[in-house]
């Protein structure tokens, strides 16, 4: 067993500048500030110990989503260790995004939430630390749920909408939807969860990856035979296939139970009797029907009913993304040849469900053209606004107008918590 390791600290050394002169013991620069809460903050005196806690105002952040590529670009545009670096080969502009934003999130106005497709994509990289480090220093902390989970709150949000009969908008608080709170007023350090994580679990993602893509691919040459289909016939498709799925998948599952009941050697693993989502996702649809009053066996029938009517498709992450999809369908429709890129699959599950909830979503030049075509532009009409690396120069001007934006008691506020230096952007992040 290793021996214990002591790591020695004098608590004065948690007291930051900016220092004032105490108001108890009266010493000069010695009442700096000991912590950042979420709306207050503490100064304490570095001689007598004298503490007050001080209230910050509200704060009302912007929330853009970062999408992998630009998170990689800015990476590699600060390390050193990096090839592209050596090289000079990383376009200026991802440096002056990384300085624009991180500028931002330290004035407190900005928030770049992470997300899993983040930590999946970042775990398969040579450089998975660097990359966690930069979406970390810009989420600070705030990170989505996982993709079933929106998935999930999306639609028993809508469900019981379909149930009650009202039309009404669904939740897309994304205060909800988050680990972490957005409008705090962030502490100078960012607490990172740094796991071992194991082979097996990158093999697994990396071969989910490639499924999917191969998958892809099949269904982009199928799309190229489809000379008769039009976008909304496309689309249709798309919108049936989660709830086809989903139900497929709970058929499959029940089967192989009742199989496995009446042929109780077949078992081959517990894991076996774990529910997929599928299960557990129509289990609750059905519960939902049951608690409005139908019977248990009703319930089911009535969640089936539900996962395949036309209602599905005003489900936000279903709408989007059906829409992305029916749009590279038509592409290749009209002539495309060059089968999706890798990250297609995930950019596409990314932007139709994170668009809903954010102000604005840097994400890659193709997805963001297909949102700009017809009938996407009128009909995924969320607040968001999206740019991409075509779009630099408006994406510029959005943050510089954030920046504008500022009021001068707030930027005094700042330097008050944190110091003058603060909103220096941490370009030195890697040496
Ligand atoms: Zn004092």
């Known amino acids: 067993m290793k021996d214990k390791e002591y790591i020695v600290f004098d608590p004065r050394d948690f007291i930051r500048s900016p220092f004032w002169t105490c108001p108890k013991c009266g010493a000069t620069d010695s009442f700096g500030v000991l912590m950042i809460c979420a709306n207050h903050y503490v100064r304490r005196c570095k001689n007598c110990r004298f503490d007050d806690s001080f209230s910050l105002p509200k704060l009302n952040k912007k929330i853009l989503y970062i999408d992998q590529m630009a998170i990689s670009n800015m ?5 050193p260790a990096t090839k592209a670096y050596q090289k000079g080969t990383v376009d200026n502009f991802w440096f002056e995004m990384f300085e624009k934003l991180d500028t931002l999130v330290k004035l407190q106005v900005l928030i770049c939430p992470d997300s899993c497709s983040h930590m999946d994509e970042s775990i398969l990289s040579a450089f998975y630390q660097p990359l966690k480090r930069m979406y970390e220093l810009l989420s600070h902390g705030v990170s989505f749920y996982d993709s079933q989970t929106i998935k999930r709150f999306q639609i028993i949000n ?8 009202k039309s009404a908008e669904i939740d897309l608080d994304i205060h909800r939807i988050v680990h972490g709170n957005i409008n705090d ?13 194991g082979e097996e679990l990158i093999d697994e993602i990396r071969e989910h990856r490639e ?17 008769d289909k039009s976008f909304q016939d496309f689309f249709e498709t798309e919108a049936k ?19 496995l009941a009446k042929n109780p050697d077949k078992i081959m693993s517990p894991l076996e009797f ?13 519960s939902h029907f049951i608690k409005a ?27 989007i993304s059906s829409m992305l999809y029916a749009a590279l369908a038509r592409k290749y429709v009209s ?71 500022i009021s001068p008691e707030h930027i005094s506020k700042v330097q008050e918590v944190y110091g003058s230096d603060w909103p220096q952007p941490y370009t030195s992040l890697y040496k």
């Open 211 to 227: 499924k999917a893509h191969e998958q892809f691919v099949e269904i982009a040459k199928y799309w190229q035979s489809c000379k």
């Open 158 to 165: 809508h469900v019981e909408k379909y149930i009650s009969g």
């Open 293 to 319: 009053g139908v019977s248990e066996s009703e319930g089911l029938v009535q969640a089936f009913k539900y996962l395949t009517s036309p209602s599905m498709r005003d489900i936000p992450f279903i709408k």
């Open 274 to 286: 774990m529910p997929p989502d599928a299960v557990v996702l129509i289990n609750e649809i059905a």
């Open 75 to 79: 990476m590699k545009a600060l390390n």
């Open 335 to 405: 002539g495309r040849k060059k089968p999706p890129n890798q990250g297609m699959f995930t950019d596409i599950e990314t932007i139709s469900l994170l668009l809903p909830y954010c102000d604005a979503m840097f994400i890659d030049n193709e997805c963001h053209g297909y949102l700009q075509e017809n009938p996407l532009k009128e009909s995924i009409n969320y607040n968001a606004r999206t740019f991409c690396q075509n779009t630099k120069k408006e994406f510029f001007e959005y943050l510089d107008k954030i920046f504008s934006d």
């Open 241 to 259: 296939a989660f709830g086809e799925t989903n139900i497929q998948v709970y058929l499959r599952f029940n089967e192989r139970i009742a199989y």
């Open 185 to 197: 007023w962030q502490d100078r350090f960012i607490i990172s969860v740094s796991s071992n994580i």
